[in-house]
Each structure stands twice: as C-alpha cells, then as structure tokens.
C-alpha cells in the first residue's frame, strides 16, 4: 500500500483527481530544489506561506517556489493595512504542519486563501501534500471543490 498524506486522503474522499509526487528528503531543501527533483517548471511548483496581519487574523498565500511574497500587495489583496510572515515556531501549533511540509489543504483552521494569479496559467499547480517529500498536482477547478481561494497578484 502506498503512503498517503492527510492532505491525499482528504482529495480522495471529496473525489478530487490528483497526482501525487515524491522525493527523498535527506535534507531541508528549498522549492526550486523540489521543483528540480521532480523535474518540474519551478513556476508551476508552489509554496504555501502563512501570515498575520495588523488585525491578528491569519492568511494563507500560494505562491510559485522562485518567488518572493510581495508583503505590500498580498496586504492588499487580503484588505490588511500590513502582513507578516508567522514564525516559524507558530506553524506547527496554528496549522498542524511543519515547516517545509505545509499545505493549503487540511490546516487544522480554514483561513483565507490567495493563490498567486499566475496559477491560472497551468493546467495544474504543485504544492505540497502536507508532509516533507509529498507534493500533490491539482487542477485549480478540482483544487476549488475543496478549497476557498482567491487569485491575485502577490509576487
């Protein structure tokens, strides 16, 4: 039998259609390292980022592994006078996953969710699968069956 994540089990039982990928982990790589591993366009490989804004409500951004989260615009997008990055320290408690190993699906909350707009370019998107060395591939309308998201320019 093959490993499932959390995040497969929750696509299986809402009968999403994906494609799991996997890599060795030995050690903490960055995304564009993941992208390469699995022979992928780093531009359709994601990560998923985890913020607080000036209000103290906590927002999720998607975005490609090679970029950077434009602080100034996911603000915006998110209708936030300014946003910051959690600590790392506070992922595990607040979403149940680890640095490295989080996903936009299966948080231990829901928060709000923007994927950056580029994302619309693909077929499907990469992010991960909720554990270190699990990446799942989506369609962004199979993706939308599961979770609230918004597309924005945040890069």
Do not use: W
């Amino acid at each position: 039998m093959e490993f499932k994540t959390n995040v497969m089990r929750i696509l299986d039982k809402q009968k999403i259609s994906y494609t799991s990928h996997c890599y060795a982990h030995t050690s903490a790589v960055s995304g564009v390292e993941v992208a390469a591993v699995l022979n992928q366009d780093p531009e359709r490989v994601f990560k998923t980022l985890v913020t607080a804004g000036k209000s103290k409500h906590y927002y999720v951004f998607v975005v490609p592994v090679a970029e950077e989260l434009n602080l100034k615009k996911a603000a915006q997008s998110v209708n936030e006078k300014a946003i910051e990055m959690i600590k790392a320290k506070e992922l595990l408690p607040l979403t149940g996953y680890v640095h490295g190993g989080c996903s936009p699906i299966g948080m231990k909350k829901l928060f709000p969710t923007t994927l950056d707009a580029s994302a619309a370019n693909f077929e499907s998107i990469i992010f991960s699968a909720g554990k270190l060395g699990y990446q799942v591939e989506v369609s962004l309308a199979e993706l939308k069956k599961v979770l609230d998201f918004y597309l924005a320019d945040i890069v």
